[in-house]
């Protein structure tokens, strides 16, 4: 019988791919655009953001300039916190070690 392990986790820009050689593993990776850190009172000397919680793309193709519009706030994509997404999948042929 085949053991199967899922490991769900936020993966940081610094932290390095890790294999493993005595098991098979699939990684697949999804982009999500949290909330807008746009500086509305950079002119003034302050700061003060919108409020807007999540990116959301406005009407267009995908690929195109209004695609890549916040219909919520009306920044462009670029200015929301990008959240990766990773998800290992891992088939194990034994029982994971301990270290010891």
Known sequence: M???QV?????SPEEPCRSSSTASSLTARGVRYGECQKNHAAAVGGYAVDGCREFMASNGEEGSVAALTCAACGCHRSFHRREIETEVVCDCNSPLSTGN
Do not use: E, P, T, Y
């Open 2 to 4: 085949r053991k199967r």
């Open 7 to 11: 490991v769900l986790r936020r993966a």
